[in-house]
């Protein structure tokens, strides 16, 4: 990553702030701390959202821009891995928030307001992102934040030094990051994860398919998504096979539990709300635990 706050996480911040604006009985989840991450165009977007009527029809010019599949996407995911944390939360007293971006999670999930939350990103993004909780005024208590550059510091160092106990179960989510870094990061990082766990610890990781980085593999929504990101100057270069990742993780000391793509993520909401969209089959959250 480059030395200046993340973009996509700029524009995933944006995302949950137009889902969050739809309103009651039309929406997957509430992030009232999203929007204050959003700078420029992205901040007049998210603001129109609020318009009441509006919401759906600002989702909609984001659609147009950046193609139908990453905002259906993240919020998929984003109420997928919601439902996970929740679930785990009670059984857990630490969770690692790994390339954290401006993930509200700690704000705004009651499940965590007992448990110690350490978010781990980039110095240059974890700046901006402390620099607005500060100016919101979020209660950041037992929230721990860990500068680490996934290509060139020591995770597990970092993570120690910061208090975290590797003796204690804890929830590792890992999401949104792993198809900006390079295979050797990604074994490091999972090499490390594994170290850190506990038994009874969860990952939860996202990842895209490798079809998509080499042409093997053909979606709807991939060109305009791939060239977007890639003209965001934060380009996609590690993707796995989803019949492949049983295996790749049982080698790196994870037993899958759960593997869907984010078309699949929303388990049927978007329709049950009457809402057409869609996740991208190209786009996967995978649950394990340590084995």
């Not at 996407?73 to 984003?78: C, K, P």
Request: with cysteine; glycine share 8%.
């Amino acid at each position: 990553m480059q030395d200046r706050a993340s973009f996509t996480a700029e524009t995933v911040a944006l995302m949950r702030a137009l889902e969050t604006h739809r309103g009651p009985g039309r929406r997957l989840f509430v992030d009232p701390h999203a929007e204050p991450f959003t700078r420029g165009r992205l901040r007049v977007l998210a603001r129109c959202s609020r318009v009441p009527g509006l919401g759906g029809a600002a989702a909609w010019a984001y659609d147009r821009v950046a193609g139908p599949g990453p905002r259906p996407s993240a919020v998929a995911r984003t109420r997928f891995i919601d439902d996970v944390v929740n679930g785990r939360a009670p059984e857990v007293d630490q969770v690692v928030l790994l390339g954290a971006g401006f993930d509200t999670r700690a704000h705004r999930l009651p499940a965590l307001a007992s448990v110690t939350t350490f978010e781990v990103d980039h110095p240059a993004t974890q700046a901006r992102k402390t620099a607005v909780v500060a100016g919101e005024g979020l209660d950041a208590r037992g929230v721990v934040y860990v500068p680490v550059d996934f290509e060139r510091d020591h995770l597990d160092r970092s993570l120690v030094a910061s208090g975290f106990d590797p003796a204690r179960p804890s929830v590792f989510v890992w999401e949104g990051v792993t198809n900006y870094l390079t295979a050797a990061a990604v074994d490091t990082t999972l090499a490390t994860i594994r170290e850190l766990s506990a038994p009874g610890s969860t990952l939860v990781v996202t990842y895209v398919h490798a079809g998509v980085l080499d042409g093997s593999a053909e979606f709807p929504e991939a060109e305009r998504w791939v060239h977007n990101v890639q003209r965001a100057g934060e380009p996609w270069t590690f993707g796995l096979d989803p019949s492949e990742v049983p295996a790749f993780l049982r080698a790196r000391g994870f037993e899958l539990v759960v593997d869907v793509s984010t078309r699949d993520a929303d388990r049927g909401r978007f329709a049950a709300l009457g809402r057409r969209e869609r996740g991208s089959d190209l786009y996967h959250v995978a649950v394990a635990e340590a084995g």
